[in-house]
């Protein structure tokens, strides 16, 4: 149940955000989803290029070395 909720969700949210970016005239609740999601969507992209660095600074913080 928890899953198919998500899935609407997320699916709400990507057809606001084509909405958003189609027609900026569409109710103001989907307009900002919309936005909210394009840039989730830029976040997790970035985040993913940069996962290596990421887990080698957060293994640098934490004094974990991979070596042993």
Do not use: H, R
Not at 21 to 28: G, K, M, Q, S, W
Not at 46 to 57: C, D, G, P, R
């Amino acid at each position: 149940m928890k899953k198919v909720f998500w899935e609407i969700v997320f699916l709400l949210m990507s057809f606001g955000s084509v909405a958003a970016v189609i027609a900026p005239n569409v109710p103001e609740g989907y307009y900002w989803l919309g936005w909210l999601y394009i840039i989730l969507m830029l976040s997790v992209g970035v985040l993913t290029l940069y996962a290596e660095k990421i887990i080698a600074w957060c293994d640098k913080q934490l004094g974990i070395n991979k070596d042993e």
